[in-house]
């Protein structure tokens, strides 16, 4: 469809064609003899025409279901055999129009040498053809064919057709043949735009409303922090993946979606003027290198585009994959394709990632011979053509397209010219790889860390993302079995980023000048900040020195480096007393840190005992749910916390 908006180049056509209620009007007898046909065994084609057959319907009338009668034709949608059987109905089609290309048929451009006349998902269906009444004639000759035997009719009205560089007479008797709407690109097509030139924000307009929509519907309910980071991984960080995958999506359009996501988590929806605690690009780290694990639209973007690299590379067997390499490729080797000149958009922005990819893609050589010698990664000097120009190359005898097995000799030594060991004396430090006769070099992907592993579209996200070093209190913060809002809490915790007055004055500088608002609402003893307010205050010394007597925190002492030795030390324990320990410590924070804003903006006060017993209920409970491995391990714990079991197992509080 490429530059269909410019009316150049050979007379083409393309027909999206719409089919009436394609899967209820499917002919019955013509399935089966489809089935036949196609050489499924009888036994196996009654059983497939009993299940498609026996259907029956009811009506519902003012809201009651009324009688039952049995069905004639159609598929049931909702089958999960329905769409394999409504493929093979359409390979039918696909066959006709094959058999009308016999004769006098023109092909769409850069469609004739692999013969493409159609393309489709289901009842999703593209029809392509040179510009001419005589090859629109045929398609329209297997149509009716196709209709009269399987009872399948396209929909006029829902069809259209798009022209390029058809002369207007022309144009109106194609119409006539085919008396569908003439329509304009972008279409959509399979849920994303279908276009001839760039990708614009306003063709991804609805993927931005979408997301809109569903923040909009969670607004209205009270969400945690925590609750709010689940949806945000579960639901929106998916919703863009299906684009993600087909084009890259447009930095404006990313940086919209990522501001309603970055809305969502500090506002809990798209309005509100709460500053974010932690910066974007450390939310969207792994939660042990100190983020969130919100991962980067732009990095999954294209690791998810990388796969059409890695297809174009492994000549995967498909018919993109063929189209690329004799209409995009002619032979040339992928990377060196220049990125220049008059080519589709979509093509254009493959080719801009592989900078990216190049240094991961790495070829373990094994016969030799499929792997190119100057522009694959296949020892640590690649690419050889980055030091050694294609001059040189054609100068010393070679091709562009030499393999490694090429440049080897019967007695297992370089070809190099002796002149090159002068001009590139890195070439002598190069060992020479046994080649093994009749077997495959295989390409893999090379990790950061120089390892090899088979190509994964989570492991180019993982190399290409940004990196920072892993924090010693990840698994404090995040653990199996913690409580997720009190996880969420001492994340900002560990990152120093909950508002108390001295960070305030860091980032409203001049605003505070009260010396009231600097001092601790718990105690008013001394000035409000993260080592004061959970250890030193007197409040909260309180809390601790009683929790900790619940759990193996005797080592810790009231202060923030303390707390800092014994996470080093036991964070990644799994050990049921130390999974306890992070439990109080993630409550402690969390109910102090409650208390605090209680007092502050409700004036609301508690006792530093209902405090305690807030945090002892809410670890308790946490208990009951837990499996532990040794009975006596359980029962010592739950003497501890006084909780009960009754006689079918049931934990409860005592």
């Given at each position: 469809?490429?530059?269909?908006?410019?009316?150049?180049?050979p007379?083409?056509?393309?027909?999206?064609?719409?089919?009436?209620?394609?899967?209820?009007?499917?002919?019955?007898?013509?399935?089966?003899?489809?089935?036949?046909?196609?050489?499924?065994?009888?036994?196996?084609v009654?059983?497939?025409?009993?299940?498609?057959?026996?259907?029956?319907?009811?009506?519902?009338?003012?809201?009651?279901?009324?009688?039952?009668?049995?069905?004639?034709?159609?598929?049931?949608?909702?089958?999960?055999?329905?769409?394999?059987?409504?493929?093979?109905?359409?390979?039918?089609?696909?066959?006709?129009?094959?058999?009308?290309?016999?004769?006098?048929?023109?092909?769409?451009?850069?469609?004739?040498?692999?013969?493409?006349?159609?393309?489709?998902?289901?009842?999703?269906?593209?029809?392509?053809?040179?510009?001419?009444?005589?090859?629109v004639?045929?398609?329209?000759?297997?149509?009716?064919?196709f209709?009269?035997?399987?009872?399948?009719?396209?929909?006029?009205?829902?069809?259209?057709?798009?022209?390029?560089?058809?002369?207007?007479?022309?144009?109106?008797?194609?119409?006539?043949?085919?008396?569908?709407?003439?329509?304009?690109?972008?279409?959509?097509?399979?849920?994303?735009?279908?276009?001839?030139?760039?990708?614009?924000?306003?063709?991804?307009?609805?993927?931005?409303?979408?997301?809109?929509k569903?923040?909009?519907?969670?607004?209205?309910?009270?969400l945690?922090?925590?609750?709010?980071?689940?949806?945000?991984?579960?639901?929106?960080?998916?919703?863009?993946i299906?684009?993600?995958?087909?084009?890259?999506?447009?930095?404006?359009?990313?940086?919209?979606?990522?501001?309603?996501?970055?809305?969502?988590?500090?506002?809990?929806?798209?309005?509100?003027?709460?500053?974010?605690?932690?910066?974007?690009?450390?939310?969207?780290?792994?939660?042990?290198?100190g983020?969130?694990?919100?991962?980067?639209?732009?990095?999954?973007?294209?690791?998810?585009?990388?796969?059409?690299?890695?297809?174009?590379?492994?000549?995967?067997?498909?018919?993109?994959?063929?189209?690329?390499?004799?209409?995009?490729?002619?032979?040339?080797?992928?990377?060196?394709?220049p990125?220049?000149?008059?080519?589709?958009w979509?093509?254009?922005?493959?080719?801009?990632?592989?900078?990216?990819?190049?240094?991961?893609?790495?070829?373990?050589?094994?016969?030799?011979?499929?792997?190119?010698?100057?522009?694959?990664?296949?020892?640590?000097?690649?690419?050889?053509?980055?030091?050694?120009?294609?001059?040189?190359?054609?100068?010393?005898?070679?091709?562009?397209?030499?393999?490694?097995?090429?440049?080897?000799?019967?007695?297992?030594?370089?070809?190099?010219?002796?002149?090159?060991?002068?001009?590139?004396?890195?070439?002598?430090?190069?060992?020479?790889?046994?080649?093994?006769?009749?077997?495959?070099?295989?390409?893999?992907?090379?990790?950061?860390?120089?390892?090899?592993?088979?190509?994964?579209?989570?492991?180019?996200?993982?190399?290409?993302r940004?990196?920072?070093?892993?924090?010693?209190?990840?698994?404090?913060?995040?653990?199996?079995?913690?409580?997720?809002?009190h996880?969420?809490?001492?994340?900002?915790?560990?990152?120093?980023?909950?508002?108390?007055?001295?960070?305030?004055?860091v980032?409203?500088?001049?605003?505070?000048?009260?010396?009231?608002?600097?001092?601790?609402?718990?105690?008013?003893?001394?000035?409000?900040?993260?080592?004061?307010?959970?250890?030193?205050?007197?409040?909260?010394?309180?809390?601790?020195?009683?929790?900790?007597?619940?759990?193996?925190?005797?080592?810790?002492d009231?202060?923030?480096?303390?707390?800092?030795?014994?996470?080093?030390?036991?964070?990644?324990?799994?050990?049921?007393?130390?999974?306890?320990?992070?439990?109080?410590?993630a409550?402690?924070?969390?109910?102090?840190?409650?208390?605090?804003?209680?007092?502050?903006?409700?004036?609301q006060?508690?006792?530093?005992?209902?405090?305690?017993?807030?945090?002892?209920n809410?670890?308790?409970?946490?208990?009951?749910?837990?499996?532990?491995?040794?009975?006596?391990?359980?029962?010592?714990i739950?003497?501890?916390?006084?909780?009960?079991?009754?006689?079918?197992?049931?934990?409860?509080?005592?």
């Open positions: 469809m490429h530059n269909y908006h410019l009316n150049r180049g007379a083409r056509c393309a027909f999206k064609i719409d089919i009436q209620k394609a899967y209820d009007t499917v002919n019955w007898s013509f399935l089966e003899d489809v089935l036949s046909r196609f050489g499924f065994h009888r036994t196996m009654n059983w497939i025409m009993t299940c498609v057959s026996t259907v029956s319907y009811s009506l519902c009338i003012n809201g009651s279901l009324h009688g039952y009668f049995r069905g004639k034709r159609g598929l049931r949608q909702g089958d999960p055999m329905s769409p394999y059987l409504f493929t093979l109905i359409m390979e039918v089609l696909s066959l006709l129009l094959k058999r009308a290309a016999s004769t006098s048929f023109k092909f769409h451009a850069h469609c004739a040498k692999e013969k493409i006349i159609n393309v489709s998902f289901a009842d999703d269906l593209f029809i392509f053809v040179h510009g001419d009444v005589v090859s004639k045929k398609i329209k000759e297997a149509l009716e064919i209709t009269n035997i399987s009872g399948l009719v396209p929909s006029p009205a829902k069809s259209t057709v798009f022209f390029c560089n058809v002369p207007h007479s022309i144009r109106q008797e194609i119409l006539d043949v085919m008396p569908f709407q003439e329509g304009v690109l972008p279409v959509r097509y399979l849920g994303v735009p279908l276009i001839s030139s760039r990708l614009l924000y306003k063709d991804c307009t609805i993927l931005i409303e979408r997301m809109e569903k923040i909009v519907n969670w607004a209205t309910k009270a945690s922090f925590a609750g709010r980071l689940q949806l945000i991984n579960s639901v929106l960080s998916s919703m863009h299906y684009w993600a995958s087909v084009f890259i999506i447009p930095a404006r359009v990313v940086k919209e979606l990522e501001k309603r996501i970055r809305r969502f988590l500090w506002n809990a929806g798209l309005d509100g003027k709460t500053r974010a605690k932690v910066a974007w690009e450390a939310v969207c780290l792994p939660k042990t290198e983020g969130l694990g919100i991962r980067s639209i732009s990095d999954v973007n294209k690791s998810l585009m990388a796969n059409h690299i890695w297809s174009i590379l492994t000549n995967r067997d498909s018919i993109w994959v063929r189209w690329i390499q004799k209409y995009k490729l002619k032979g040339r080797n992928f990377w060196e394709v990125c220049r000149g008059s080519m589709t979509g093509w254009r922005k493959i080719l801009s990632i592989r900078h990216i990819i190049r240094p991961h893609i790495w070829s373990s050589i094994r016969s030799g011979i499929q792997t190119n010698v100057w522009s694959d990664m296949w020892c640590s000097l690649s690419p050889i053509s980055a030091f050694i120009s294609p001059r040189a190359i054609a100068n010393a005898g070679f091709s562009l397209q030499s393999s490694v097995a090429d440049v080897i000799d019967h007695n297992g030594h370089w070809k190099w010219p002796q002149a090159w060991l002068d001009l590139y004396p890195v070439l002598i430090t190069l060992s020479v790889p046994n080649l093994v006769s009749g077997t495959v070099d295989r390409l893999e992907w090379k990790d950061l860390n120089g390892k090899l592993s088979d190509f994964q579209s989570a492991q180019v996200w993982n190399t290409i940004s990196r920072e070093n892993q924090v010693m209190w990840s698994n404090m913060v995040w653990f199996a079995q913690c409580i997720p809002r996880s969420f809490h001492l994340w900002l915790l560990f990152r120093n980023k909950l508002k108390t007055q001295d960070r305030l004055t980032w409203e500088a001049g605003s505070l000048t009260n010396l009231n608002l600097m001092a601790c609402p718990l105690c008013y003893a001394d000035r409000e900040s993260r080592e004061h307010l959970f250890f030193r205050c007197s409040f909260a010394d309180q809390v601790w020195n009683n929790v900790k007597t619940f759990g193996q925190l005797g080592s810790v009231n202060s923030w480096d303390s707390l800092l030795s014994w996470v080093d030390q036991n964070s990644s324990s799994k050990k049921a007393d130390h999974v306890i320990c992070k439990l109080l410590i409550a402690s924070s969390y109910y102090i840190w409650q208390e605090r804003n209680n007092r502050i903006f409700k004036n006060k508690r006792t530093v005992d209902q405090v305690i017993e807030v945090i002892k809410s670890v308790r409970f946490r208990l009951m749910g837990f499996r532990f491995r040794l009975a006596s391990t359980k029962k010592r739950f003497k501890l916390w006084k909780i009960e079991e009754n006689e079918d197992n049931v934990a409860r509080p005592g």
